[in-house]
């Protein structure tokens, strides 16, 4: 970049000088027309020179700039074409992920649905079976009270009767019926023995 400009500078500096010689060089008075076929056809040459040391000068820096231009652009549109390839590859990795994750979603989704259904039926049986043991428990449990309740009928019953027998005895056995026992009872062990 820096030898471009130095080149650039040379080149005007020069056109400069030789522009300069060239004014200097025309008179302030009318001359022939000779002379001024001689002085246009000086300041033709003149004016050739400058275009060919322009051109000798100037042509390999601007083609070394614009070929260097031309290959920058070229450089910066090959990076863009590559970022937007790598930007859609990118995208599209990102979509297929996103597609997956869905996907995924959906399955877990389904999965947690069938895990709570099997729970729920699982929740279900137990309190069934729960309540059929419940059930058997609280028959057994009524069956014991029951069972409970007549035994103590029973025993009530037995002591109401002793008690009852007791007084009919009391009221109804005499001195004569208790030797009579007594006598009963001798023979029967006798007999046994």
Do not use: C, W
């Amino acid at each position: 970049m820096r030898s471009k400009i130095i080149s650039i500078l040379l080149s005007l500096l020069l056109l400069l000088l030789l522009t300069g010689g060239a004014i200097a060089s025309g008179e302030a008075h009318h001359a022939d027309s000779g002379v001024l076929l001689k002085d246009f056809l000086y300041r033709v040459l003149n004016f050739g020179i400058v275009v060919a040391m322009l051109i000798y000068f100037l042509a390999k820096p601007l083609k070394k700039g614009l070929a260097g231009r031309r290959e920058d652009i070229e450089k910066a549109l090959a990076e863009a074409k590559q970022a937007k390839e790598k930007a859609e590859a990118k995208f599209a990795e990102y979509d297929r992920k996103l597609a997956k994750a869905t996907e995924e979603i959906a399955e877990i989704s389904a999965t947690i649905r069938r895990e709570g259904e099997l729970e729920k039926q699982k929740i279900i049986e137990n309190a069934k079976s729960i309540a059929v043991k419940i059930e058997q428990e609280a028959e057994k449990t009524a069956e014991l009270e029951v069972a409970k309740a007549r035994t103590a009928l029973q025993r009530e019953a037995v002591q109401l009767a002793v008690g009852v027998a007791e007084e009919l005895l009391k009221k109804n056995f005499t001195k004569d019926d208790d030797a009579r026992f007594i006598d009963e009872y001798m023979q029967k062990v006798g007999e046994l023995h």
